[in-house]
């Protein structure tokens, strides 16, 4: 049995970057389970571990499964990091990081996901920065365009907007729509308009057919 997200979103649209780059990122391992099954059962594909997360609850406490399980392999690791991370409790997926480590584990792309989204809810830019680094220099992943999002996110949040449009300038990936709105979105928040203007200009040559970015500048 493997895990299964059910990630909903915001109703109103209003979901950030990062939580958008991390569905992104763990759907890979989406397959249908049920509800009723033995979560510690080892059965591979993520050795039992299923935490079903409904309109952003998790339904089945953590401490049930994760202790639970006999072995704990990458996708467990993944799962649980990925999960508290989500839901505000940054602290718990960084120290379980930890743990994850000291246990032999091995991080991938989708552990650092997890890792830069956390940071983002909590909002420490240089150890944001930092883990960047360290999944880069220290475990050889190359960053996908998820995690660069994570970055754009994060930077804006403690007004370092210079910072993040100089990160998107040197991602070795075109930036997409989500990256370009939430980048607009900061320089609003901050009233930058001379960014605004750039990250607009950006937006617009990303998607020129959306007629909505042309009102995006301030809001009415």
């Given at each position: 049995?493997?895990?299964?997200?059910?990630?909903?979103?915001?109703?109103?649209?209003?979901?950030?970057?990062?939580?958008?780059?991390?569905?992104?990122?763990?759907?890979?391992?989406?397959?249908?389970?049920?509800?009723?099954?033995?979560?510690?059962?080892?059965?591979?594909?993520?050795?039992?571990?299923?935490?079903?997360?409904?309109?952003?609850a998790i339904v089945i406490p953590q401490s049930q499964v994760f202790q639970g399980m006999k072995t704990k392999d990458l996708i467990s690791w993944n799962t649980l990091i990925g999960g508290l991370a989500m839901h505000g409790r940054g602290v718990d997926a960084l120290n379980l990081f930890i743990r994850m480590k000291n246990a032999g584990q091995k991080p991938d792309g989708i552990t650092f996901l997890g890792i830069l989204c956390a940071c983002t809810h909590m909002g420490p830019v240089e150890d944001g920065l930092a883990y960047f680094q360290s999944m880069v220099h220290d475990n050889s992943i190359v960053p996908q365009i998820e995690h660069y999002g994570c970055m754009v996110d994060l930077l804006p949040r403690a007004g370092r907007l210079e910072q993040a449009m100089d990160f998107v300038s040197k991602m070795p990936m075109e930036p997409d729509v989500v990256i370009g709105a939430g980048l607009l979105g900061a320089c609003r928040t901050h009233k930058n308009v001379e960014l605004a203007e750039v990250a607009l200009q950006r937006l617009i040559e990303l998607e020129p057919k959306n007629p909505a970015n042309y009102g995006k500048m301030w809001p009415g």
């Open positions: 049995m493997a895990l299964i997200w059910f990630y909903h979103g915001d109703p109103k649209g209003n979901d950030s970057a990062a939580v958008k780059a991390y569905d992104a990122g763990v759907i890979t391992y989406s397959i249908p389970f049920s509800i009723t099954a033995d979560l510690t059962a080892d059965t591979g594909g993520g050795q039992g571990l299923a935490i079903g997360v409904l309109n952003l």
